[in-house]
C-alpha cells in the first residue's frame, strides 16, 4: 500500500462509460492518477488471438466448439467457466447439483471443467457427459477452453462465472448477460456492479468464503436453474438483460476505438510518460 501511494498513477482495464462514477470519485475524491486504457479484450480483434489467449490443453478444440455453436439459436447456450483456481475447491456435490441444474433447465450448455479437478472425475460426470454429447445438449470441455471465442458467439446467451474482473469485462465487451457466483476477493464488489448497478445479471445468492474459497456453501439445483432460466430464458427479465449487455457491448467497442475514452486514455499516458522523461 505504501509503494501503491508512491505511485504515478494506475493504469486499469475498465472504460470511463462502465463505472462513470467511480472513476471521477478516484480522480476528484481520492485524488489519484489513473488511464482506463480497457477492455483489453479487444485488442484481440483476429480469430487467432482470440482463440489464443490464455491457451492451454483442451479436450476440445476451437473448430469442433464453433461447430457445435453454429448449431444453436441465437442466445440459448449457458457457458460455465469457474476459472482456475476457484474449479479445484468446487466439491463432488456441488458439481452434481450444477449438472442437474443444467439438465433441467433444458438450456444447451458449455461447461469447462478444469482437468486437474479429481473430486469432477466421477463415473456420474462422465456419464452425464456422454448423455448430454449424445442428446447434443452440452458440451463439457476438461481443461482450457477458448473463452473469448465462445463468449463472443452469437448462440451464447449467458456465462455463469465467479465475476472474476477479466471474465467480467470479457462478458460485457461481448454483450453477454451473467449467472454470477463469486466465491473469492474482489468477486462480490464485481458482482454487485452487474447486478444491482449495471442490470446485466443475476446472482444466484453465493456467499464469499475465507481466502481461500473456505466454507463455500452449496447452492440448491432448484436455485441455479431458476436463475439459469431468467438469465437465458424466453422472459421479460431474460430479454432486459440481454439488451442493456448489448448496449454495454457497443459502448465498450467504442472506447477502445480512435476517439474514445479509452482511446485517449492511453493517449494521454503516452504522452504525459513522454513529458517526464523530457
Known amino acids: 500500500m505504501e ?5 504515478y498513477g494506475e493504469i486499469v482495464n475498465s472504460f470511463l462509460e462502465l463505472e462513470y ?3 471521477v470519485h478516484w480522480r476528484d475524491v481520492v485524488r489519484r492518477k489513473s488511464w482506463l486504457v480497457g477492455p483489453v479484450a479487444l485488442c484481440n480483434e483476429k480469430g487467432i488471438e482470440k482463440s489464443g489467449r490464455g491457451g492451454g490443453n483442451t479436450s476440445i478444440g476451437t473448430e469442433e466448439i464453433l461447430q457445435w455453436l453454429n448449431s444453436k439459436h441465437a442466445d440459448t447456450v449457458v457457458y460455465i467457466c469457474f476459472g482456475s483456481v476457484a474449479n479445484l475447491n468446487i466439491s ?3 458439481t ?15 461447461w469447462v471443467v478444469k482437468s486437474s479437478n479429481e473430486k469432477c472425475y466421477t463415473d456420474w460426470l462422465d456419464e452425464f457427459e456422454k448423455r448430454m454429447h449424445k442428446e447434443r445438449k452440452g458440451l463439457i470441455i476438461r481443461g482450457w477452453a477458448p473463452q473469448l471465442v465462445i463468449l463472443n458467439h452469437p448462440a451464447v446467451g449467458g456465462f455463469l462465472t465467479l465475476c472474476g474482473w477479466n471474465s467480467t469485462l470479457e462478458a460485457i465487451s461481448a454483450g453477454v448477460p451473467m449467472i454470477t457466483w463469486p466465491m473469492n476477493g474482489d468477486q462480490s464488489f464485481n458482482e454487485k456492479l452487474v447486478v444491482d448497478i449495471l442490470q446485466v445479471g443475476a446472482a444466484v445468492g453465493a456467499k464469499v468464503g475465507g481466502p481461500y474459497f ?3 456453501q452449496l447452492i440448491e439445483v432448484e436455485t441455479i436453474k431458476s436463475v439459469i432460466e431468467s438469465v437465458v ?8 438483460m440481454r439488451k442493456r449487455a448489448k448496449v454495454l457491448k457497443e459502448k465498450a467497442k467504442a472506447a477502445v476505438q480512435e476517439g474514445g475514452s479509452s482511446y485517449s486514455d492511453l493517449k494521454s499516458l503516452i504522452n504525459e510518460l513522454k513529458a517526464r522523461r523530457l
Not at 3 to 7: C, E, I, L, N, P
Not at 233 to 240: H, Q
Open 214 to 216: 473456505e466454507n463455500q
Open 21 to 23: 462514477d467511480y472513476a
Open 3 to 7: 509503494q501503491d501511494a508512491k505511485s
Open 96 to 110: 452434481i447439483k450444477i449438472a442437474i441444474a443444467l439438465e433441467k433447465s433444458n438450456r444447451d450448455f458449455i
Open 92 to 94: 463432488k456435490e456441488q
Open 233 to 240: 430464458g424466453e422472459g421479460v427479465e431474460g430479454e432486459a
